[in-house]
């Protein structure tokens, strides 16, 4: 009777079905077990196209998507502003600097490597910004050849060293004298430079450590430690 029709236990299934004339569509079907028997179930329900629930719930996900893209971004470009004002004031005061007058070749030496190292940090920010836009439109290019990790990391460290807003101690650790690998040396410079950078702004004092440790035949570890 009805009334054993309304206290049964629901239950819902989706499907997705072809169609000759409209293609897939999603449809529920909604129904109850009245009989439950293994030879004769009987089963009452309903079918319901749901495609547009569907619909609005991919729409619902994108939009989600891109909102989360926007944020990312916008959180990037923001902390970026802040990265690039690192250098360029070094570039603003050791360049005053150098205009001085009666200073020793020493310290125009140090000045122009300090600038030079400034120079070549804010080429990689920005390269890091063009990177973003690249990789909106999946146009982001590695140039993949054979490269010492040992050697870029203790480049990754001189450049860092010079450019940090920090009393902490900024070291390179390794057991291994040279490392041959298959990268992009520049992208590989570009994520430890600004894990390390990122470091420097949580430890004022203490000691900030990149390592390099070989885990097996093909594969090498990078870590940082602050």
């Excluded at 293994?38 to 009452?44: C, H, S, V």
């Excluded at 070549?120 to 920005?126: A, S």
């Excluded at 993949?144 to 101690?169: F, G, P």
């Amino acid at each position: 009777n009805v009334s054993n029709i309304l206290h049964r236990q629901r239950r819902t299934a989706q499907y997705r079905c072809q169609f000759d004339d409209t293609g897939y569509q999603w449809w529920e079907f909604r129904y109850s077990v009245l009989q439950n028997n293994e030879q004769n179930p009987i089963i009452t329900g309903l079918l319901v196209n749901i495609q547009e629930i569907k619909d609005k719930e991919e729409e619902l996900i994108r939009a989600r998507k891109l909102a989360e893209q926007a944020e990312l971004k916008q959180s990037f470009l923001a902390n970026m502003s802040h990265e690039i004002r690192t250098p360029l004031n070094a570039l603003s005061g050791f360049s005053s600097l150098l205009t001085e007058e009666g200073l020793d070749d020493e310290t125009r030496r140090q000045c122009n490597e300090v600038i030079q190292q400034n120079s070549e940090l804010l080429l990689k920010l920005i390269n890091d910004v063009i990177d973003l836009s690249s990789l909106e439109f999946g146009k982001l290019q590695f140039c993949i050849a054979q490269h010492d990790a040992v050697s870029i990391c203790r480049n990754v460290i001189d450049t860092v060293n010079k450019v940090k807003q920090t009393q902490a101690e900024l070291t390179f650790t390794t057991e291994l004298e040279e490392m041959p690998i298959e990268t992009d040396d520049s992208r590989l410079q570009q994520v430890l430079i600004n894990l390390l950078i990122n470091a420097t702004k949580f430890t004022p004092q203490g000691s900030i450590v990149l390592k390099l440790e070989k885990e097996t035949d093909d594969t090498v570890l990078f870590t940082v430690t602050d």
